[in-house]
């Protein structure tokens, strides 16, 4: 009985493996263009904000002139002195030293706009247009500049996908746990880039999990899985958008009295009836997103209306919160996002050389005069490409109204 069982697992066994590799190699092929541009967006996508400061001088500050904690109130006080701003929506501490704080405005023909400020002094160092290297790459990772019901579903399915290739390529590639120092041999540039692909694959097995585990999180929000809000406060008393600048600094004492462990990251103005004073940052919880932890004030009494501690958040809404700074890396600053940077170098370059690792197979098995290699890898996709083609071109086009259309 037993000679028998082991018979039967040695001839199924070559046919299991066969077809682990056809759902690997349909997993990397059929949506490679789409894949391979999410990939791409989603890796500059880590250091837009430093992409931003590079192009952008006024974003830029002298760490030796930086002093002290962000000035909350001086900046809040030389936006609204400024022509351009109508209404201040949020105040953005600087994303790191060399940094500027960012100040989120409404025009007064209502279009959005950035003010760069001196953190130290609340000095305006110039005006920003909204629509940046951040918010490019963000929307075309996260929805292809489609209505977000649409794109966020379409972008975060893919993830299926990667899992299915994660899953695969355990089996597919035999004893991988072998291959984290396994020589790339380059008698020729088929075996040489198949090795690569191995090797950058073996050694990103944690970081393709962790893309396809947060992706599957989006799309399960996408579909109306989100954790429920934890605060839902609504505020009584209204300032018009002048007052601002003096209504804040009495909200700011009460809320650091109320959460005297929240290090700020962010202050939402009220722009609206209902809304409230709202200053966001880091404390005691790790992985989770600034608004977490959170105080929430009246605009015209200064009165607490609520307080947010991460740690105190349920489950599902854990979750929820850790899924961004999993997801892009920025938890632990610049060095986990540039880890985060290239392990998604080593991600888009693994969907790239899985085509091209393919075309070189059928390129092998053709005659000479056949197909070339990228032709055998754009039929190989099969109708699949068209639409994968279609949605990465549709990004592109919907980028006209996000820059110049009402924002």
Do not use: C
Not at 70 to 88: C, G, H, R
């Amino acid at each position: 009985m037993e000679q028998t069982r082991a018979k039967l697992w040695r001839w199924a066994w070559p046919k299991r493996a066969r077809l682990w590799w056809l759902v690997h190699q349909w997993a990397g092929l059929k949506l490679s263009i789409l894949l391979t541009f999410i990939f791409a967006t989603g890796t500059l996508a880590v250091l837009s904000h430093e992409i931003d400061w590079l192009f952008h001088p006024s974003l830029r500050v002298d760490m030796a002139t930086v002093e002290g904690e962000t000035n909350w109130e001086a900046i809040a006080t030389a936006a609204l002195a400024q022509p351009e701003t109508a209404s201040i929506r949020s105040i953005d501490a600087p994303e790191a030293g060399a940094f500027a704080a960012q100040v989120t405005i409404t025009r007064p023909d209502g279009s959005l706009a950035f003010l760069n400020a001196h953190p130290t002094t609340g000095e305006i160092q110039g005006v920003q247009s909204w629509v940046g290297a951040q918010r490019i790459l963000r929307n075309m990772h996260r929805h292809l500049n489609m209505p977000l019901d649409i794109g966020v579903p379409l972008v975060s399915v893919l993830s299926f996908l990667l899992l299915a290739s994660f899953f695969s390529s355990l089996v597919v590639y035999k004893r991988w746990w072998r291959g984290f120092f396994r020589p790339i041999r380059w008698r020729n540039a088929r075996t040489a880039l198949g090795d690569l692909h191995r090797l950058s694959g073996v050694w990103s097995l944690w970081f393709v999990l962790l893309m396809a585990v947060t992706g599957v999180w989006y799309f399960a929000e996408s579909v109306g899985l989100q954790a429920p809000p934890a605060v839902a406060e609504k505020a009584e008393t209204v300032i018009a958008p002048a007052e601002a600048a003096t209504a804040l600094p009495p909200s700011l004492t009460v809320a650091r009295q109320e959460f005297p462990g929240l290090a700020l990251d962010r202050i939402i103005f009220p722009t609206r009836p209902g809304q409230a004073f709202r200053f966001e940052g880091h404390a005691d919880a790790i992985l989770v997103r600034p608004r977490a932890n959170a105080v929430w004030t009246e605009p015209a009494t200064a009165e607490v209306l609520a307080v947010r501690h991460g740690e105190e958040l349920s489950l599902h809404q854990r979750i929820s919160e850790a899924a961004d700074p999993l997801h892009f890396g920025y938890f632990g600053g610049y060095w986990t996002k540039l880890i985060w940077f290239v392990f998604g170098l080593a991600l888009t370059f693994l969907a790239v050389s899985g085509v091209a690792i393919y075309a070189a197979r059928l390129v092998r098995k053709t005659r000479e005069g056949g197909p070339g290699a990228i032709r055998l890898a754009w039929n190989g996709m099969g109708v699949w490409k068209w639409p994968a083609t279609a949605a990465v071109l549709a990004g592109f086009v919907l980028l006209y109204p996000l820059v110049v259309g009402p924002r």
